[in-house]
């Protein structure tokens, strides 16, 4: 299973960023999609899941300004995105693109860098 994450780059604070990541490899739905993010120095922090019912869990720190959401195509969890609204200096970070199988098994994208800028 590979997650392939897009949508990365530099914006200015207030402004917005989609990010996307794509499961390939596999011929099953994921438990749980999201999205997790790290400042170099820190600890990766969950920014948003979501889990196959369709809820969703978010940071306190985005909650608001981010909104994470699927396509089920063909009943199959293999796409996730981030809308990123507001952004702030602070959320510059590499964000992760993680998924979670029903067996367990988890999986881990390469990470794409979102700068915010003043």
């Known amino acids: 299973v590979q997650l392939q994450a897009s949508g990365g780059g530099l914006v200015q604070a207030g402004g917005s960023l989609r990010l996307s990541c794509a499961a390939s490899?596999?011929?099953?739905?994921?438990?749980?999609m999201g999205w997790y993010r790290q400042v170099q120095g820190k600890q990766r922090e969950l920014v948003a899941t979501?889990?196959?019912?369709?809820?969703?869990?978010?940071?306190d720190s985005v909650k608001g300004r981010f909104t994470i959401s699927e396509d089920n195509a063909n009943n199959a969890k293999n796409t996730v995105y981030l809308q990123m609204d507001s952004l702030k200096i602070e959320d510059t970070a590499i964000y992760y693109c993680?998924?979670?199988?029903?067996?367990?098994?988890?999986?881990w994208g390469k990470g794409t860098l979102v700068t915010v800028s003043s």
């Open positions: 993680y998924s979670k199988a029903w067996s367990g098994m988890a999986y």
């Open positions: 490899g596999s011929t099953f739905a994921f438990n749980t």
């Open positions: 979501i889990i196959s019912s369709g809820t969703t869990n978010y940071a």
